[in-house]
């Protein structure tokens, strides 16, 4: 119960902090790329990259179902979620390349198109949606929670099994989706700073 706590609460955290970077437009140019050189070193941080293995390993590793409708549900959205996951880490470094001219790994690339604001907006709705299918799951937990306590000891291993790989799932997606929506916020500031537009 404290675990579903902790992830709800740092869900709420990162829309709050996410929602103040979107409305923060006013940053100077200068203020944009400190943030932006602080963010690129979260990006390329061991923590981080430790998150991208173990989204990788959930996504190879999909529980099987147990026969709960409360926890294989969780593990479909689950499921479901790494998979848009996926999408979001395909096309924000991309996006990142062409709004700064260069890649999150600070190598100088030739972009032939900047990308559009409704772009970038159309990648910050997409975490969201993320962050709101997280938050979803994370209160629906404590409910499969008491769902297998009430199970016989035979199928209760599946079933437990499963309900951590959600688990799992939420935790590496909360703190990965909080570092994304910073980056895309900064990214339409910048867009959207002098001579950009």
């Known amino acids: ?7 709800g609460t740092a869900i709420c955290l990162g829309m709050l902090s996410f929602t103040q970077s979107v409305n923060a437009q006013d940053k100077t140019k200068e203020e944009l790329n400190a943030e932006r050189d602080a963010l ?3 990006y390329k941080s061991q923590d981080r990259q430790e998150r991208q293995l173990k989204l990788e390993e959930l ?3 999909p529980p099987k179902e147990c026969g709960l409708a409360s926890v294989d549900g969780l593990a479909t959205n689950s499921k479901t979620m790494l998979d848009e996951q996926k999408k ?19 190598v100088t690339t030739v972009t032939e198109k900047k990308p559009t604001l409704e772009e970038l907006i159309s990648l ?14 994370s209160k629906k937990v404590g409910d499969a929670t008491n769902d297998v306590k009430g199970l016989n000891p035979m199928k209760a291993p599946s079933a437990t099994k499963s309900l951590n790989y959600t688990k799992d799932v939420l935790t590496v997606l909360g703190s990965e989706l909080q570092l994304e929506g910073k ?6 500031a910048t867009l959207k700073s002098a001579g950009n537009l």
């Open 1 to 7: 119960m404290l675990k579903n706590l902790l992830i």
């Open 88 to 106: 979001i880490n395909t096309e924000l470094p991309e996006l990142y390349k062409r709004t700064i001219g260069e890649t999150i790994d600070g």
């Open 124 to 137: 910050s709705k997409s975490i969201a949606s993320q962050v709101i299918a997280v938050a979803d799951a």
């Open 59 to 61: 996504t190879a590793k």
């Open 40 to 42: 690129k070193t979260e």
């Open 183 to 188: 980056i895309v916020a900064n990214l339409i």
